[in-house]
Each structure stands twice: as C-alpha cells, then as structure tokens.
C-alpha cells in the first residue's frame, strides 16, 4: 500500500518561498506508471489542483499558479517536492501530495498546514 | 478550465435515509471514444485528506460500501448514499479528469438530521 507523508515548514514569510517535501513509501517514483501530483486546500475551503510531475521531470502546472510553481523529484530518496515562490497570505492552505494514475487521485498524504505571515 | 458545480451546498439527512449530491460540468467529460466518464467522488471527514470514492463516474473504489453509488454521464452527475450512516458525515467533492488542468466541485456538506 503506497503511502504519502508531506514535510516541511510551517510557517512562511510574505515573498519568501514555500518549499515541501513528499515523502513515497510502498512504491517507487521510478517505477513509472503515475503521476505525483500536489493540491491544495485553503482554510475551510475547496481543494485546487497546483500541479503533477512524472519520475522522468515532465510537469504540468496549473496556469493560476504556473509562473510561481516548480515540482521536481529526487528518485534517488523517492520523494517530490513543492517549491512555491513569491508567496502572499492568499497561498495560506493545507497542501497535499498525492498519486494519480490517468488523474485519478487514488492516494492523498495527510496534509500540512503552510501559514503565510511575517 | 472546466468549471464544477455541485448542489446543494450542504443536506441534512436522517439516518438510514437517501442522500443525493449533483454535480454539473461547464463541458462535457465523455470520452466517447473509450466510452469513459472521467468523474470522480472524493470524500473527506473532519481533519482528514480527501478519500477517492468513485471514479470513472460510478465505479467504487475496494472497500467503499455499496451504499455509495455513482451515476450520470457527459457534464451531469449523482453521488448517492442509500442509507445514510453516521460515519458518512462528511464533505464530498467531484473531480473532472478530463482535462487538465484538474477541477473540483466546491464540495457539499453532509450532515445527519
């Protein structure tokens, strides 16, 4: 069973930049076969879909937040990352990390909270 | 972007009774060619991740009760829980895959009456 465990700081300062770290277990990046994706999840609200990378380093990213996103991979520990830059009190949220094959979220880490404040 | 809308917003439903949730596409997410909806339910309880519950529009993950069922086609569709138990208090999303960049519904709240 493949699971998921985002890390990384909690709190980030205005214009700085936010970087997360998802952890794999139970399957290899590397292996091929899915897409890691990121989403996020604003204070009470809805989810939005940030971006996904495949082990090879191709990216797709949303437009909303395209010239502010980066998702790279690190096959060799079996983790992807989140590096968000530029970052405002609006991108306060629960980010996720997740598996999808063929866009299906089949597994979702537990989340962490990234509070954006000076 | 192709824009998800579900109704109603929230429902409150008595136990052992039916809960319906709708969710409407902007376009189409049939793949005709495959002849794939490409819809899915995601549930989330308080303080939890998201749970992918159905996807190809009605096809339930393993272990999701049978109470959960998914139907609809092209830009309508239904989550319906038969008999509504109180571990099923929860918000459930819809999400299209069929073109990125992916979208959910902005997720309705179900609650016992």
């Known amino acids: 069973q493949v699971q998921l465990q985002e890390s990384g700081p909690g709190l980030v300062k205005p214009s700085q930049t936010l970087s997360l770290t998802c952890i ?32 090879t380093g191709s990216t797709y990213y949303n437009p909303s937040l395209k010239s502010r996103v980066i998702i790279s991979v690190d096959t060799s520990k079996n983790q992807f990352s989140l590096s968000l830059s530029s970052v405002t ?30 | 972007d192709i824009v998800m809308t579900q109704s109603p917003d929230s429902l409150a439903v008595s136990l052992g009774e039916r809960a319906t949730i709708n969710c409407k596409s902007n376009q189409s997410v049939l793949n005709s060619s495959k002849n794939k909806n490409y819809l899915a339910w995601h549930q989330q309880k ?52 069929y073109s990125v960049p992916w979208t959910f519904g902005q997720g309705t709240k179900v609650e016992i009456k």
Do not use: N
Not at chain 1, 24 to 53: A, D, N, T
Not at chain 2, 64 to 90: C, H, K, N, W, Y
């Open chain 2, 46 to 97: 308080p303080g939890q991740p998201p749970k992918l519950i159905i996807h190809w529009a009605s096809t339930r993950e393993s272990g999701v009760p049978e109470r959960f069922s998914g139907s609809g086609s092209r830009a309508d569709f239904t989550l319906t829980i038969s008999s509504l138990q109180a571990e099923d208090v929860a918000v459930y999303y819809c999400q299209q895959y």
């Open chain 1, 24 to 55: 794999v277990s139970g399957g290899s990046i590397s292996s091929g076969g899915y897409y890691w994706s990121w989403i996020r999840q604003h204070p009470g609200k809805g989810l939005e879909w940030i971006g996904y990378m495949y082990y």
């Open chain 1, 89 to 118: 009190a609006a991108d306060t949220a629960v980010y996720y990390c997740a598996r999808e094959d063929e866009g299906i979220l089949g597994y979702w880490g537990q989340g962490t909270l990234v509070t954006v404040s000076s």
